[in-house]
């Protein structure tokens, strides 16, 4: 692929002017289809190595987003006074010999080991063992009957019936159990010790994920022929329990539970978010954010291809670069909102939402202050006329929008409903991060195409020309809602469906 040259990118910000209608479509005009080219060009190039996360060119191209606001005048967002955001990713492995199960009732110990009898499902692995008094629980449960159970703090001697069909019901149970915030949770599973056996890896498959700082009760599973020995010392009858008509939870004097897991770290590094502010103009408002979101980091190298880079320019150079060309607009004279604006590009969106779900957890600034997010993930191809904004039908931000594009119609660009309700893609890109913690969203997104997520996705296939419009009607849309005096309000429904069940 041609390399290209950076040069000649250079936007400082101006002293704070008025705004006018004259200086909105100056800063709106900066964004032409040449320079988003260009800068695509850059970060979508062979010598970025598809961005993989972490790796040297995601670093790359973060660096580059910050050398771009601080061209432009903006203020360092991240940690510590820099640009940069870095979360904590670690590659580790179970050590099956050394993790178990026990279970102390009557003078009877029994051990489940992770090699033979037990398994790891999910949660955090502590660094010291959990221990205490078991509470048994069982029998017909529902989510709204364990979110009524005192089950903090306790460790959770869990008994569903494995002969049945797992459900949605089923699946809504064990998350609730999961929510409740247990110390642990044992599944006793009624599986005949040889089909058991088939269950249990030989060896632990390495797990990858970022470090939240947030602990998540550790689940596992035990097979029921492990700890037959300790229950009948207790005096329970699982089945018993299992085939009762109502919900089950009691304490069972005398049996203690302990869950020990051995971890052992393969790998850990670091990814960065590039974070830019820029403060608004009004007093009281620059205290309230509006976010421009992108992720700039995609699948890295697919090996054994004659072309094995895979460059990711629509996914999501376009949107990384979008938020630049953005940030580069509001830093004209006279383009600054009221309301303060953060250029957030983030990483790790490929591993499942890494870099924005840390960001949303560790905001750099206050989340309840954040009156919107604005994620932009693929806007470079398919139709030259026509945009997709997921979310519209769950904040008066929909409205909005509609508003702003009715009013630019000399854009040329559309802003529609969500056309593939069925893929579930609110539920798919940065946003979602954001919205789980009350943010109302927007997320553009010009749908996949045959080049998606392959070699192919390359610079000389990204409509810039079409690109530049969407952000333009973008950057309208931005003042709108970093000027108004009113924040943007979900619709009730919504708010019930996305923000409390996430919570």
Do not use: C
């Not at 992770?114 to 063992?129: C, I, K, M, N």
């Not at 699948?299 to 979008?322: C, F, R, V, Y």
């Amino acid at each position: 692929m041609r390399r290209f040259v950076l040069a000649g990118l250079v936007l400082l910000a101006g002293p704070v002017a008025a705004q006018t209608a004259h200086s909105k479509g100056t800063a709106a005009a900066s964004i032409t289809a040449a320079d988003v080219a260009q800068r695509i060009g850059i970060i979508a190039d062979d010598s970025m190595m598809g961005r993989d996360t972490p790796s040297p060119g995601l670093e790359a191209t973060a660096k580059y987003v910050a050398d771009q606001f601080r061209r432009f005048g903006l203020t360092p967002g991240g940690e510590n006074g820099t640009w940069f955001q870095r979360y904590p990713i670690s590659r580790r492995k179970l050590d099956l010999v050394r993790s178990r199960v026990v279970l102390q009732s009557g003078g009877v110990t029994d051990v489940a080991r992770f090699d033979r009898s037990a398994r790891f499902l999910q949660g955090t692995v502590p660094e010291h063992a959990d221990s205490g008094p078991a509470v048994l629980l069982g029998g017909a449960l529902t989510p709204d009957a364990v979110s009524r159970m005192p089950l903090r703090d306790r460790m959770v001697l869990f008994v569903p019936d494995f002969s049945k069909t797992v459900d949605q019901t089923a699946a809504q149970v064990s998350r609730a159990i999961r929510l409740a915030g247990p110390k642990a949770v044992v599944i006793v599973a009624n599986v005949d010790s040889e089909p058991y056996s088939h269950r249990i890896p030989r060896d632990a498959p390495p797990r990858t994920a970022i470090d939240l700082k947030l602990l998540s009760p550790p689940v596992v599973e035990v097979g029921e022929f492990a700890v037959a020995g300790g229950l009948r010392a207790a005096h329970l009858d699982l089945s018993q329990v299992r085939a009762s008509t109502a919900p089950v939870m009691r304490e069972v004097p005398g049996l203690m539970l302990t869950v020990e897991l051995r971890d052992s770290v393969l790998l850990a590094r670091t990814a960065p978010n590039t974070v830019g502010i820029l403060e608004g103009s009004d007093p009281k408002l620059k205290q309230e954010y509006l976010i421009y979101s992108a992720h700039m980091d995609h699948i890295g190298i697919t090996p054994g291809l004659p072309d094995s880079i895979n460059n990711g320019a629509d996914d999501d150079g376009s949107g990384t670069i979008g938020v630049v060309e953005l940030a580069g607009a509001f830093s004209r004279p006279g383009a600054r909102p009221r309301r303060s604006i953060v250029f957030l590009t983030v990483s790790g969106e490929e591993k499942g939402l890494w870099g924005s779900r840390y960001f949303s957890e560790h905001p750099t600034v206050p989340i309840h202050q954040v009156v919107a997010d604005l994620n932009i993930d693929m806007i470079g191809r398919n139709w030259p006329d026509t945009i997709v904004a997921i979310g519209k039908e769950h904040s008066d931000l929909g409205t909005t929008l509609e508003r702003v594009n009715r009013a630019h119609p000399e854009l040329g660009m559309t802003a529609i409903d969500d056309i593939w309700p069925e893929e579930r893609f609110y539920f798919r890109s940065d946003h979602y991060n954001f919205a789980r913690k009350g943010v109302p969203i927007l997320f553009f997104f010009n749908g996949v195409h045959p080049d998606y997520h392959q070699v192919t996705d390359s610079p000389d296939k990204i409509n810039s020309e079409k690109e530049a419009r969407i952000l333009k009607l973008l950057f309208y849309l931005g003042q709108e809602l970093g000027n108004t005096a009113q924040r943007p309000k979900w619709k009730p429904e919504s708010y019930r469906e996305i923000v409390e069940d996430a919570s």
